[in-house]
């Protein structure tokens, strides 16, 4: 029988929100949660979901598929708010900058001599995928997001991954399930697959400070998943208005109020972690140098939030079709060409193959002649070297350091 296990708040919701965009450390909560569970919040003499969560319940045939299909598709972004932290002032990307007007999360900069318009916060490693409502700054209609139709073949390499989540959700938490699905289904334009999601956030190595999630289908409920690429500690992901944490692992599975306020602990290397991930193909392919959070360390915690945004559902699906055409998007052409790609799949070591399989596959692919330019570039004081030199200097500047490009 899962254990269940009820937590009281330690101060109200009002309280916690003045620590908003804060670090939160692991001795913010009491319990760190490794096994099923199901954990409720008792509060005003009301108990309330907050969280199920379930250990090694996605196959490692699934998380493959995951692992290929969304690996790449975390891509630099200044616009996570309060979840990117504090305005790290010290850190490589605003250090080269000279920001203005900062205010915790947000900041701006000057840019040829005038302040920027935009606020931005730190530079995270985080991509949404799927399906996003009218952007008027970008005259976009509601759409599939341009970065999951540059992506396509991964993206829907990757299905099957999204479908086994929602299987999880839907038989963790099926009331909740059963609203978002029905909902969705009035807009089926902008459904993945025949899941109760339209969108899906994809971070890499992104530590959360405390926040709440915005603009998710308030009748549904969250979740959380993660694939790993090496060894590291922390990442817990905590609520620490109620004390508890969880450590979501490869093929885990958590069902969580994102609701309510969360955050994660810092993610860091024991000397036992370094030694392996030494002992691993070094699969970064951005540079380091260009200060997005999380990109200088040799393992990699690939995340997936996966939801239904609501505002989706005061879509126009005609002037969304207006857009595609304008675009020069064909949905069912491009939808066919992806299908009938191929992407091999590069084995996660410990975890669905072995080193040597790992290195087998990277060697002779793209992604090998990245990594060996990457180490070449290295070597030589950090120089951009070789034939490709002016190409792949360019990509990386464009992507954030990230040469996804190539792939």
Partial sequence: MVKKIVVKPI??????AAKEGTWFEEDAVDQVIREDADVYALEDGKERLLAKFRKGVLSKEEVQLGWDGFRLLAIPSRNRAAAAGPIDLKGKYWSKRKPTEVTKWSARYMQNGKVSKMRVN?????GVLGYYESTAFLDAACRMTGYTRKALKNFLHGI?????????????????????????????????SNTAFSTLTVNLNFRTALHKDAGDYKDGFGNLSVIEWGKYHGGITMFPRFRVGFDVRTGDFLAMDVHEWHTNSKLYETEEDKKYNESIPDIRTRDPETGVVGSDHRFQRLTFVCYFREKLAACDEEKTEEYYKREGFDVEEEMQKA????????????????????????EDTPAGSAIRLAKTRKAHGGKWVGARKSKTKKASRQTGGFLSDFF
């Avoid at 299908?339 to 990277?362: S, V, Y």
């Fill in 11 to 16: 101060a109200t919701d009002k309280e916690f």
């Fill in 160 to 192: 099957p991954f999204l479908e086994a989540i929602d299987e999880q959700f839907k038989k963790l938490v099926p009331a909740s399930h059963a609203k978002q699905l029905a909902a969705l289904r009035k807009h089926k334009a902008y459904q993945i």
């Fill in 122 to 126: 730190n530079v995270v490693a985080s």
């Fill in 339 to 362: 299908k009938k790609a191929t992407i091999a799949p590069l084995p996660i070591p410990g975890q669905t193959g072995t080193i040597a399989e790992a290195e087998a596959a990277i």
